[in-house]
């Protein structure tokens, strides 16, 4: 019986997590079973392009074509944020059809890319299939307060999403690396029946049920948080509060980081030659870390607030930084990796509970696309730093240390809170 007792808290998010998935009667779980696959297809598309673009050139024709690739990465959301967000924001049927598109769409797709994978049509392709997976990530955090039982903490829901994603990336990663042995198109060709699944999955959430006494005031009160919305445009103000900003900046800083780390220690083990096996600790580490993440986030709530665990998850990359600089090796670096992949994973968690709760339905689609743009915009200027500058690793660490410690003093002397928590149907937006 003790040792059971031991268990349960390092399993139990896990458990949790996993049996919510087996529940195909709950909607938590057919979103869960949707988010289980688009991430194992997400993993696959990777796989495939590390292996066509990365690893089957030399150095500096795989740095141009990265450099490429990364700047692709930046437009998907030139067209998710304005034009396609607020579309998500016309109810709840709408993000489900997003949903359902986003995964139908990316199998398709990814039968294009296995044709064209030697040829110049796969980079509009790659493209496509991000823009895609963008709007399925904006869709997704939209969904989640409707996906869940009243009275369920968020922050513990999106860190069971993010569980589910990760054992699902480490699922997938052997059949892929395996497929990969028979070619790159093939393993989008794998991609496309998982993708295809997610599609099924997703035509099973649920339709939303509005009682009809509360229909009408709903579309009035929607209606007018949309008003809003618009006249805060107009002015040049963000459409959420400064808590949400505030909390937006601090995980710019977390993501951030997890593109440099990343394509700084890539090049750096490209150039010195380091062996296959390097870059498959980094990517373990990396997957490990986000894991480990995703499951202190529940346990961590019980204590803190979700402010609380972002400024813990920065601490956590600095000090992870200033050690790997100070001890130096590559060792060290699969541990920053490791680091790194546990912060930001518990900051988006804690990030998205906020914004569900703190701004209102009606405005979450198009929230989530303006996050997600900012988001995206920091990690690929963070990964060209890392693509176009060669930082020798002592270095690379320190400036990921500095950067970290700045962007805590920030977030730390913004305040504890600058939007008080509203119920999801009484908030009320302020005319600026």
């Keep these: ?52 673009l990365f690893f089957s050139i030399s150095p500096e024709a795989a740095k141009s074509k990265v450099l490429l690739y990364l700047v692709l990465t930046i437009a998907p959301f030139a067209l998710v944020g304005p034009a396609l967000s607020p579309l998500l924001d016309r109810g709840q049927q709408a993000r ?3 949903v359902a598109v986003a995964n139908g769409g990316s199998a398709l797709i990814c039968l294009a890319m296995a044709r064209d994978i030697h040829d110049l049509l796969l980079f509009p392709e790659a493209f496509a299939v991000l823009v895609l997976g963008k709007l399925y990530v904006v869709a997704r955090g939209a969904l989640v307060p409707q996906m869940v039982a009243s009275g369920d903490d ?35 060709r794998f991609g496309v029946l998982v993708f295809g699944a997610a599609l099924f999955a997703a035509l099973r959430l649920p339709r939303p049920s509005i009682p009809k006494e509360r229909s009408a005031g709903d579309a009035a009160r929607h209606a007018r948080f949309r008003e809003v919305a618009t006249e805060r445009r107009a002015l040049g103000l963000p459409i959420f509060g400064g808590g949400v900003r505030a909390s937006v900046n601090a995980m710019s800083v977390a993501r951030g980081c997890v593109g440099f780390v ?26 490990a870390g986000s894991l480990l993440g995703s499951i202190l986030v529940p346990r961590l709530r019980r204590y803190f607030s979700e402010r609380s665990i972002i400024i813990l998850a920065l601490t956590l990359i600095a000090v992870g930084a200033l050690g790997a600089g100070l001890i130096g090796g590559r060792w060290a670096q699969i541990v920053l990796t ?5 912060g930001p994973t518990g900051a988006k968690a804690s990030l998205d509970s906020i914004v569900q709760r703190q701004v209102p339905p009606a405005l979450l689609g198009r929230t989530f696309g303006r996050i997600e743009t ?7 200027i963070a990964s060209l730093c890392g693509v176009l500058i060669t930082f020798p690793l002592r270095i690379g660490d320190g400036v990921v ?20 928590v509203r119920p999801a149907g009484t908030f009320v937006p302020r005319r600026p």
Aim: net charge positive.
């Design 1 to 52: 019986m003790p040792s059971n007792r031991r268990k349960r808290p390092i399993f139990q998010v896990v458990s949790a997590a996993v049996s919510g998935l087996f529940d195909q009667s709950q909607p938590f779980g057919r979103l869960a079973m949707v988010h289980v696959l688009q991430a194992a297809g997400s993993g696959l598309i990777a796989i495939s392009l590390a292996g066509s």
């Design 96 to 98: 489900r059809t997003s």
């Design 154 to 188: 968020l922050a513990s829901t999106n860190a069971k999403l993010a569980v589910l994603a990760s054992l699902s990336g480490f699922a997938i990663m052997p059949f892929g690396i395996g497929i990969l042995q028979l070619g790159a198109p093939w393993v989008l």
């Design 262 to 287: 990343a394509f700084f220690l890539a090049f750096a083990l490209r150039h010195a030659h380091a062996s296959t096996w390097w870059f498959g600790a980094l990517l373990v580490a990396s997957g």
């Design 338 to 342: 490791f680091v790194v992949g546990i």
């Design 374 to 380: 900012r988001l995206q915009l920091v990690w690929v």
């Design 401 to 420: 240390a500095v950067v970290c410690v700045f962007g805590l003093l920030v977030y730390v002397t913004s305040g504890p809170r600058t939007d008080k």
